[in-house]
Nanobody
Framework: QLQASGGGLVQAGDSLRVSCVVS????????MGWFRQASGKEREFVSA????????IYSLSVKGRFTISRDNAKNTVSLQMNSLKREDTAVYYC???????????????????WGQGTQVTVSS
């Protein structure tokens, strides 16, 4: 089970950290990803991190502003979001995959476990 938290209402330029705690299994064997879905839009890839944390990948829209990290000892993955923009407003979902091919890690189809999402709203 994946439980995302940390969302909220912030102003443009602010920072926010969302986290995902996994229960039921150790995440050390999973690639972890963050996706987001804005109202009326399709779900889109945000970032992913390899099982040991040695590889990370970001969408172009967040690269340089967001940082993904994981703590396998705490079964937690986090997304630090800086310099937030209105267009970052969305429901943010964490996802886990025990079958991801790293070159395909941007694809939601590669993830077989999903959290319930946490709302991030950025006002101008």
């Amino acid at each position: 089970q994946l439980q995302a938290s940390g969302g909220g209402l912030v102003q443009a330029g602010d920072s926010l950290r969302v986290s995902c705690v996994v229960s039921g299994d150790a995440i050390s064997g999973y690639a972890m990803g963050w996706f987001r879905q804005a109202s009326g839009k399709e779900r889109e890839f945000v970032s992913a991190i390899s099982p040991d944390g040695s590889y990370t990948i970001y969408s172009l829209s967040v690269k340089g502003r967001f940082t993904i990290s994981r703590d396998n000892a705490k079964n937690t993955v986090s997304l630090q979001m800086n310099s937030l923009k209105r267009e970052d407003t969305a429901v943010y979902y964490c996802a886990a995959s025990d079958r991801v091919i790293w070159s395909e890690s941007r694809r939601s189809e590669m993830y077989n476990y999903w959290g319930q999402g946490t709302q991030v709203t950025v006002s101008s």
